[in-house]
């Protein structure tokens, strides 16, 4: 699996959400049978305790979006694990995501805010391989609608890395129904300790 990250959801104002490193040496494991796209979802979230309320749009990237996704990158993980080794640079990471972002259909998604995209995802069968929310738009649900798409589009089972020391983003998997099922002392490239989790409908 790919790795450049970890979190999920809106953990904490300064914690990017799930992912993993487009330059880890960790693979995927299993896949699941392909999904058809879905359309584009649009929701209400609100914002500041209620105060206002902020329209999000969800819907496929497009090659065009890879810089602002790639600066997501790095500026969620430089804010929120700085204690990362960093095994590339950052110039590594913008040209990775320019590759690889619209590659495929019904993988890559954008939460947008008007004409900003606050937040974004990866999502290959059943593996959540990247989830990021911009700093300063953390708590306002942003993570959590990208994850319900992620749920939509596999709903039988998905599974994701994150870093055994990233407690915010681990917090928040748990409270949306993920489990733990695996546990690693660090076989990525950030030598960072990491644990596997999984989520399934209830029965």
């Not at 496929?60 to 993980?77: F, S, V, Y």
């Not at 593996?127 to 300063?136: E, Q, S, T």
């Not at 994701?160 to 129904?177: D, I």
Request: glycine residues 6%; aromatic residues 8%.
């Amino acid at each position: 699996m790919e790795r450049i990250g970890k979190v999920l959801a809106d953990p904490s104002p300064a914690q990017p959400l799930i992912g993993t490193d487009p330059h880890s040496a960790k693979k995927t494991r299993g896949r699941v049978g392909s999904v058809s796209p879905l359309s584009d979802i649009r929701v209400q979230c609100p914002r500041d305790r209620g105060e206002f309320m902020e329209r999000i749009e969800i819907r496929e990237a497009a090659r065009g979006d890879a810089p602002a996704i790639a600066e997501i990158h790095l500026t969620a993980r430089r804010e929120a694990m700085p204690y990362l080794h960093r095994p590339h640079t950052d110039d590594d990471a913008r040209a990775y995501f320019a590759r690889v972002v619209g590659d495929r259909p019904s993988a890559w998604w954008v939460a947008r805010v008007e004409d900003q995209i606050v937040g974004f995802m990866l999502i290959d069968g059943k593996d959540i391989d990247h989830l990021y929310v911009r700093p300063g738009w953390q708590r306002r649900g942003i993570g959590l609608f990208l994850l319900n798409k992620a749920k939509a589009l596999s709903p039988q089972r998905l599974e994701l890395w994150a870093f055994q020391r990233n407690t915010n983003a681990r917090a928040f998997y748990e409270a949306q129904g993920f489990r733990a099922v695996a546990y690693t002392d660090g076989r990525n490239e950030e030598n960072e300790p990491d644990v596997k989790y999984a989520w399934e409908p209830a029965r």
